[in-house]
């Protein structure tokens, strides 16, 4: 079975800061992993997501998460906070079998103070 | 940009009505699932529909719900008598299937109260 911990349900920010979203899992075989984003009132976007390639994604908004095995960790990353960034962001991990399934974390939301 | 649309966006229902929430999928998309988010909580999977069946369904998937893919465009998550726990936003979602794509692209939701 898969989970998804992501550490602290709020996290906030003051623009130009950098933002550290994180995220650790839980798989029994080599996982895919996402981050999607949602802002209020909105659907699930993806930002990024991880299948086997780089260890290092590069996503959407100026995002990056980093897979590292060793510590089963995904932590989101940018390096400059912006307004438009507050929302709520959800990791997600899939064992990419045959139905491919995603199991989410509890979410965090970043606000990003002026 | 092809996307996944939800009607209706919010549905208020009473207690024990039977509700239906329409989902179409990316045209070439073979997987479909449906999550939900109650208010609060983290996104949770229910169903997975692949070849006009059910391929794989969580606990929460009890007889109350069914899903249908009843033209070919369509993808309903029917919930027969619906109960007070039962609000929340509801997520379809579609997927290629490899090598196409890994990505699952979902829609806006639709969030139902029960009343």
């Known amino acids: 079975a898969q989970s998804v911990t992501q550490l602290g349900s709020h996290v906030s920010v003051s623009e130009g800061a950098l933002v550290l979203l994180r995220c650790n899992y839980s798989?029994?075989?080599?996982?895919?992993l996402f981050w999607y984003v949602q802002y209020p009132n909105q659907g699930l976007q993806l930002l990024l997501k991880?299948?086997?390639?780089?260890?290092l994604v590069k996503g959407i908004n100026g995002f990056e998460a980093e897979f590292k095995k060793s510590e089963t960790s995904f932590h989101l990353t940018k390096p400059s906070a912006h307004m438009s960034d507050a929302a709520e962001y959800f990791c997600?991990?899939?064992?990419?079998?045959?139905?491919?399934?995603?199991?989410f974390g509890k979410g965090t939301l970043l606000t990003v103070n002026p | 940009e092809p996307e996944v649309t939800q009607t209706p966006s919010h549905q208020v229902t009473q207690m024990g009505q039977e509700v239906i929430l329409r989902c179409v999928p990316i045209?070439?998309?073979?997987?479909f699932y449906w999550y939900r988010q109650i208010l609060g909580q983290k996104v949770e999977f229910l169903v997975s529909?692949?070849?006009?069946?059910?391929?794989?369904k969580s606990e929460i998937f009890d007889d109350q719900f069914s899903v249908e893919r009843p033209d070919g465009s369509n993808f309903t998550l029917k919930i027969r008598s619906t109960k007070l726990e039962d609000s929340a936003m509801y997520f379809c979602?579609?997927?290629?299937?490899?090598?196409?794509?890994?990505?699952?692209?979902f829609g806006p939701g639709t969030r139902l109260t029960v009343l």
């Open positions: 997600a991990v899939s064992d990419g079998g045959s139905n491919y399934k995603l199991t």
């Open positions: 798989s029994s075989v080599p996982p895919y």
């Open positions: 991880y299948t086997s390639a780089a260890t």
């Open positions: 045209s070439n998309h073979l997987y």
């Open positions: 529909f692949y070849n006009n069946e059910i391929s794989e």
């Open positions: 979602a579609s997927f290629a299937s490899k090598p196409f794509s890994d990505t699952q692209y």
